[in-house]
């Protein structure tokens, strides 16, 4: 069993950064990719990024590419996301999702975090 918990989000302006947080408790958190996502009240939920296992590939969606970073460390069950340039668009609750493989069903998600950027 693994639980996720964001952390880090809060009110920046345009221009300025946050780094997230996606810590896990319980076993195995080397054993999960863990994605990012991103939701707007009354909008579908949005990908922004995922990373492997070992933290050695990630990938990102166009509209954060070049701006956002992901990054693990196995060692304290925790992934990050650093996020530079935030633009007002960029406002919403962002959530980190574990899953075995690419292309299986999220198994764990986290309650999110409010990251709201002011223009």
């Known amino acids: 069993q693994v639980q996720l918990a964001e952390s880090g989000g809060g009110l920046v302006q345009a221009g300025g950064s946050l780094r997230l947080s996606c810590a896990a408790s319980?076993?195995?958190?080397?054993?999960?990719?863990i994605d990012w996502f991103r939701q707007v009240p009354g909008k579908e939920r949005e990908f922004v990024a995922t990373?492997?296992?070992?933290?050695?590939?990630?990938d990102y969606s166009d509209s954060v590419k070049g701006r956002f970073t992901i990054s693990r460390d196995n060692a304290l069950n925790t992934v990050y996301l650093q996020m530079n340039s935030l633009k007002p668009e960029d406002t919403a609750v962002y959530y980190c999702?574990?899953?075995?493989?690419?292309?299986?069903?999220?198994?764990?998600w986290g309650r999110g975090t409010q990251v709201t950027i002011s223009s």
């Open positions: 999702a574990a899953r075995a493989e690419l292309g299986s069903e999220y198994v764990y």
């Open positions: 319980g076993r195995f958190f080397s054993n999960y990719r």
């Open positions: 990373i492997s296992r070992s933290g050695g590939s990630s």
